[in-house]
């Protein structure tokens, strides 16, 4: 008997579990502006909506452990997007149907009330197999959530022929005129992923409508966390391959977040890829969820981690796992995605005129007033006659991350190796680099660098090219630097702590 089952999980006891140990939690590498969890492990953001004029951030949550372990749904909601206030526990694996586990999922409104779809990993059945099914919870208040009792609302047995019964996962809730839609993970025979689309009036009952999207073999064995929507004309489709191979400096992580953009066809009810992109082109981004919020905006947010490497705060005993990406508004702008890091800029608090025209030539320098570990570093540098340009962050006397852009080949990269602590995964070498190469000549590079206590976020020209990463400093590191080959002309070097 698995142990799952023998322990009886409960919002109240996981609730006055959180009460009773948020206070083992080591705030060294907690993020400040990041969403994590009060306690525990945190892996997918899930019914990422705005209800009641508040965003709310649901995330699969273990509250016991700062390891994965029996999926409940924690609960958090804001107003900016950076401030986040602990909510009760929505779900825990207490039923038959998700006793192994309330995995990820999507939430939506509808007559006032805030409706759950979330993956239930039901009990073992005879042959010790654990399926996976859609399930359905509804709140009237946003904050207490009933499981309806019609679940599991979409069973094993409105599966397609097919499609794997215990790969089946990660509901995204969706309404496309007057219907609703819901896409799920699911894995085909030959081991590839496919998302299926299922259709309903009324939320409860559910049919099955298509295989949305069925994925070739070189392409991963499995689809996780599909989310679809409409951005500016475009069908756009999320989702995160687990094994997507390798391609030039692309999909270097064993588990990868991939936008399709292409052309759903009503009729059939599938979706027409026309291309492919990563999303985010560093080391720690999953399972991103978006929403469209009341002004129009799509925004989306990630998990800041990746499955199969160390987890330094749990092996370090620091009682707490993962956070979110800072949320990003996505937009196409000339016929490029564009990841808009937003809600913080208003939090941070301008340090005077830290900011002038400094030009560097073959050197290394700091600049007066730009240190830190928390906060903003904006950079405008004309690059007409540079070469290359090492951006040291967190900096120590041992330690760095590196930044850097290489004129000639165009390049932006990221580069943790000599950050601190070593990462370890399942891959033979977890990656602990990586570049992208950027659309069109930069003789004017625009970063805006987002660091916190163990994250950097890297966005070029308003997030054309994202790069996000963890890293772990061994010791105090608020230095930041600067090295060129050629001229750099700093036209704007500013950083902005946050507070
Ligand atoms: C993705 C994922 C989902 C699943 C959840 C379980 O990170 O594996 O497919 O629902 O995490 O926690």
């Known amino acids: 008997m698995s142990i799952q089952s023998q322990v009886a999980y409960s919002t109240e006891r996981a609730n006055r579990y959180i009460a009773e140990n948020k206070g083992i939690v080591n705030p060294l590498y907690r993020n400040r502006y990041h969403a994590s969890p009060p306690v525990g492990w945190m892996n997918d953001p899930n019914g990422f909506v705005q209800y009641q004029g508040a965003y709310h951030l649901f995330y699969q949550f273990h509250p016991y452990d700062a390891k994965w372990g029996p999926m409940h749904w924690g609960h958090m909601k804001s107003t900016d997007l950076i401030h986040w206030e602990d909510l009760p526990v929505a779900l825990a694996p207490d039923q038959a149907y998700d006793r192994f586990g309330c995995f990820s999922g999507s939430a939506i409104e509808r007559d006032g009330k805030l409706y759950l779809l979330y993956t239930g990993v039901t009990e073992a059945d005879e042959e010790g197999v654990h399926h996976q099914v859609q399930c359905l919870a509804v709140s009237e208040d946003g904050l207490h959530f009933d499981k309806v009792q019609q679940n599991p609302v979409i069973p094993i047995a409105a599966l397609p022929e097919d499609a ?3 790969d089946f996962r990660d509901p995204k809730v969706f309404e496309h005129e007057g219907m609703y839609y819901t896409v799920i993970a699911s894995k085909a025979s030959d081991e590839t992923g496919q998302i299926l689309l299922y259709q309903s009036e009324d939320l409860v009952e559910w049919e099955f409508a298509s295989v949305f999207l069925k994925g070739t073999k ?20 999320i989702f995160s391959p687990m094994q997507w191979p390798q391609d030039g400096d692309d999909y270097q992580n064993l588990n990868s977040s991939v936008l399709a953009v292409g052309e759903v066809d009503w009729t059939t009810k599938q979706f027409q890829p026309a291309s492919y992109q990563e999303l985010d082109h560093g080391l720690d981004y999953y399972a991103p969820q978006s929403l469209e919020d009341d002004k129009g905006r799509r925004i989306c947010i990630g998990w800041m981690q990746m499955w199969g ?6 092996t370090l005993g620091h009682g707490w796992t993962g956070s979110m990406t800072i949320p990003r508004e996505l937009k196409w702008v000339d016929g490029q995605l564009k990841q808009y890091p937003i809600g913080i800029e208003a939090k941070l608090v301008q340090q005077g005129e830290n900011s002038r025209i400094i030009t560097l030539e073959d050197a ?7 240190e830190g570990d928390c906060g903003l570093l904006t950079l405008k540098v ?21 930044v850097s852009f ?10 943790r190796s000599t950050s601190g602590i070593e990462l370890k995964g399942e891959e033979a070498t977890p990656p602990v680099s990586r570049k992208v190469t950027l659309a069109g000549d930069r003789d004017y590079l625009e970063l805006a660098i987002y660091l916190d206590h163990s994250s950097v976020e890297v966005f070029e020209r308003n ?15 608020t230095g930041i630097s600067f090295e060129c080959s050629g001229k750099a002309v700093f036209e704007e070097a500013t950083f902005t702590p946050f507070v």
């Open 218 to 237: 070189e392409q991963g064995i499995m689809w996780e966390c599909p989310d679809f929507f409409q951005l500016d004309g475009k069908d756009c489709l």
């Open 309 to 314: 490497r160390d987890f330094p705060t749990d």
């Open 406 to 415: 290489n004129k000639e080949k165009n390049e932006l990269g990221i580069d």
């Open 463 to 477: 997030g054309e090219a994202v790069m996000t990463a963890n890293v772990y400093p061994t010791e105090e590191a």
């Open 364 to 370: 290394k320098e700091t600049i007066p007033g730009i």
């Open 164 to 166: 794997s019964q215990i």
């Open 382 to 402: 004309d690059t007409s006659e540079l070469d290359n340009l090492n951006i040291y962050l967190r900096e120590n006397e041992n330690e760095r991350t590196v």
